[in-house]
């Protein structure tokens, strides 16, 4: 196995785990995003239901492909930004995921990151269509760029697997014509 | 700090609780011990084996007897002499004194060659060799993880100091043909060393390094079921290492400091066990090993076996994919019904890369994230076997129902 490091999740993370709150795609979401890779070992899917005058989110849920933490961001996030004005909900940050779990180990910081990725995403997606908000940068704010890096990511680590699988297999045909 | 994480850990284990039933496949990362060698331990410790052996009093002559002793059960093991043991503090420490000493041994060749499935602690010294001039190779595999033979062919000349390989792999259990890799390079040069990492072979697979003709061996206590802390290296008459660790020495010259008496003791106790019962524990590992991995693969959808089938396989390695479904949230998930196994997925790594092993014999990257890795020891029954098949297809589909990735959807693959 790779280096490992001690996981010491909080218990909330575990609960949450256990029972994840708000977990399951949206039928009538009016908006919904995906953020990370299955290759990168971490995927968030997010679903918004939002009130239309008020612009205030009415119901939220998640599905994760993930660890326990990623399962648990996710899910923690989704109860937070519930009831919250979707300018709320974008000035959540990945910190404030992480406290609200008890404190999230580390090396699973980018699980909240990913988390809000996929929510600014969804409140991206939602305005696509609107005219922009005041508040929402143009540009791709960090947790954004996480999420958009992680996917680049996935390109690069699949291209570097097939090269090294073509090799082995021009390799082995070069052994096969020697003999 | 430091005791609010304790206290955190505390909590999450209040939280987790306790299943009605436990089965413990983690001997990959230790956990099970033989009775036997606990007592032995015990023993050492309160009579014959407190003292330090090089001191010339009579509890240390009594210690250094007792050292004696063992060094030859260890010694039996593997049709070594006893001159050839060197006691370390693990499997890790081994591979490195064996790659390492013999770098530093060796003033002209600089090419080392290790297969690219190896243990982390035969890849990682061979990589920090490179810093100081020494050229690595790392070996393919195929598919089912045997060494690509043509490929060391043509990486053995006058310039090879050392070829690493395992003879059973610590993670997809592959049984490599030892005896032609070895024949292939003695025909070469036979100036070249050759080095097994036999922590995952020694007790599972019959291990003679004289008729294998081997030149290092590393060992390890915690995968012969002893306790932790403590490992082997052999190294052949004749064969010379620089020690690479330096400070007072006991009885050893290539390892200083005081030798763990009681831990040598209970390893030469557990591996006596494991060697003369190989045979039987073996063939009823692998009763265990294939039920497990046959049932399991019967009855959860888009599962894959990492590495061979059959004699190919070392009789206690189980490491299966489960696509559609994050390793690390399948191992909380199982903890909680009382199954402990591991993962090779990217969340349980400190730099968030999955297993090499996995990707080496070209499993995606969605295949790695999905592994599980179980070890069958003599101390499993049947019934501990049912109650993992019991509960695995409902933890998989957990874990699956979770996930935005729906088994079967094209634009997932």
Redesign the interface.
Known sequence: ?????P?????KV??L??N?KN?G?MEDADVEA?AGS????????IYLKVNKETERISAASF?????????AASSIMTEMIKGKTLEEAWSLNWKDISDEL?GLPS?KY?CGILAVGALRRAIRAYFKEKPKPSWMPEEPTPDEKHALEEEKL?EI??KR?QKR?EA?SR?IQG?EEKK | MYSDLSRDVQKLLESHGRAEKEVYLDSENSGLIFPEAIDAMIKAYEDKGRGHPAITHRVGWETYETLYGTTSTVAKAVNSRPEEIVYTHGGTESNNLAITGLARASPKRRKIVVSSIEHLSVIFPSERLEEYGFKLVKIPVDEEGSIDLDFLAEQIDQDTLLLSVAPVNHEIGVIQDVGAVVELVRDRDDEVKIHFDACDALGKIPLDVKRLDVDLASFSSHKVYGPKGVGALYVREGIELKPIIHGQLSTQRLWPGLENIPGIVGFARALDLMHKNLEHYASYMIGLRDKLIDVIMDSVDYTLLNGPRGSRRSPDNINLSFLYCEGEALTVELSLKGVYVSSGSACTSRVLQPSHVLLAIGRRYEEAHGSILMKITPFHSESDIEYVLERFPEAVARIRSISPLKPGSEENV
């Not at chain 1, 996981?7 to 218990?11: E, Q, V």
């Open positions: 196995m790779s280096s490992r490091i996981l010491a999740y909080n218990p575990l609960e785990f256990r994840p977990l795609r995906l299955i290759a990168c070992g971490d995927m968030i899917a599905e994760s492909y993930g660890c326990a933490a990623n399962i008890g090396v980018h996935l680590l699949t697997v699988m082995r390799r052994t």
